[in-house]
């Protein structure tokens, strides 16, 4: 692994969190059950909203939601480009057809509800909108849109853990939220993921389908509690095990004051790089508690990237791009134009974000980008 002077993100497990999860290890039951039900439990209070259920990873709980509000072959499902592919695959498993919009502007790296809007055809059933960085962008418009045209709205909150706007948390917007607790989402636990909805069908049905589509749990049975059990659709194996059901609980109870940090980091960043001739998108506005997931910049055209980052990486320090817009990738090639995420998508840097990022880690991040800057401009 290499030894970065800063890396894009970094995972502290506290002492606290490896006894509650070496408990979870000694009793005796491993697979979903109490702790699971206890960190879904938290889940819901900590977003404010009906239900929440645990899954295997972000992807699964987008593949579940997806099923679960009936998304199938035939319908349409406008996605924004710019985001993990893994947003638009959970869109295809269904057989759906995704559709991309264009996202607002180079400072505004969401996707549009007037680009939404243009998108939709009589085949359109749903909008998955995608809380880029922790930002929650124009939900308030796409949900106003959605209402009117009579679509269900989705939401990948991948990045929105610990994100508000007007008091209301991302994911919660419409239909269902999914959230993910990947390595490096602001609430980690190495894999795992997390449906909300404030909807009891749709709830039972993700309950439903995380478990091979049973009627009761393997758990249940443990306790006595069912002896049979019957297979009522065709479900998965998308469960989340205890051990990370723990870890979640436990890192739960820090996220809000590990995103306060990042919001200082998010801060010192704007001000320290206000006076270099870049473009720095997710502004902070009115209303909105973020996240923070990613400090993105967007680099003059005449800079060249590559070189760019090469000049952050001598100097230890890691960036990376969120993200190659999924309609060039081979496997969706999408003939569609989308100039403004191309545009964002080719000059978009992602600086180191995390909660324990250090003063000195980020002014060295900030003088380093000084130099990286003026060096690959005169090239
Ligand atoms: C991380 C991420 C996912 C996928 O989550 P996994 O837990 O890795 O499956 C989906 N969408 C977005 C926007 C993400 O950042």
């Known amino acids: 692994m290499m030894d970065w002077a800063v890396p894009l993100s970094q995972l502290v497990i506290e002492d606290d969190d490896l006894r509650a999860v070496t408990d979870t290890y ?41 099923l679960a509000v009936g998304l199938t072959a ?52 749903a909008v998955m909108y995608v809380g880029y960085g922790g930002h929650a962008g124009e939900i308030g418009a796409l949900r106003d849109l959605c209402d009117r045209r009579g679509l269900i709205l989705l939401e990948d909150a991948a990045h929105a853990a610990g994100s508000w706007w007007h008091g209301r948390h991302l994911g919660t917007f419409g239909a269902a939220g999914a959230f993910s607790m990947f390595s490096n989402k602001n609430l980690a636990v190495g894999e795992g993921g997390v449906v909300v909805t404030a909807d009891k069908t ?14 009761t749990l393997t758990w249940d ?76 910049v967007v680099l003059p055209e005449d800079v060249d990237r590559d070189a760019f980052r090469e000049q952050l990486s001598d100097r230890g320090i890691q960036t990376s791009v969120h993200y190659p817009p999924v309609h060039r990738t081979a496997v969706y090639a999408a003939s569609q134009e989308l100039p403004i995420t191309d545009q964002y998508a080719t000059r978009t840097v992602t600086l180191p974000m995390f909660s324990r990022m250090r003063d000195e880690q980020q002014e ?16």
């Open 364 to 379: 060295h991040v900030v003088s380093a980008t000084g130099k990286a800057l003026a060096r690959t401009r005169c090239l």
């Open 202 to 215: 749709v709830a039972s049905r993700v309950r439903l389908l995380r478990s091979h589509g049973m009627t």
């Open 26 to 66: 000694r009793s005796g039951w491993l697979s979903m059950g109490p702790r699971t039900q206890e960190f879904e439990d938290l889940f819901s209070r900590f977003v404010g909203t009906e239900h929440a259920v645990a899954v295997t990873n972000g992807t699964a709980a987008l593949h579940l939601m997806c």
């Open 74 to 125: 035939g319908d349409e499902v406008i996605v924004p480009s710019l985001t993990f592919v893994a947003t638009v695959n959970a869109v295809r498993y269904t057989g759906a057809t995704p559709v991309f919009a264009d996202i607002a502007g180079l400072v505004r790296p969401w996707m549009s509800a007037p680009a939404c809007e243009q998108m939709i055809t009589s085949r359109t059933k």
């Open 221 to 296: 049975r443990h306790r006595g509690r069912a002896r049979n059990y019957d297979v009522v659709a065709l479900g998965y194996n998308y469960r989340i095990d205890e051990p990370r059901a723990t870890l979640a609980s436990c890192r739960l109870g820090r996220l809000a004051e590990e995103n306060h940090r990042r919001a200082q980091l998010d801060a010192r960043y704007r001000e320290a790089l206000g006076d270099l001739d870049v473009v720095i998108p997710l502004p902070p506005v009115e209303g909105l508690v973020s996240a923070h997931h990613l400090f993105t």
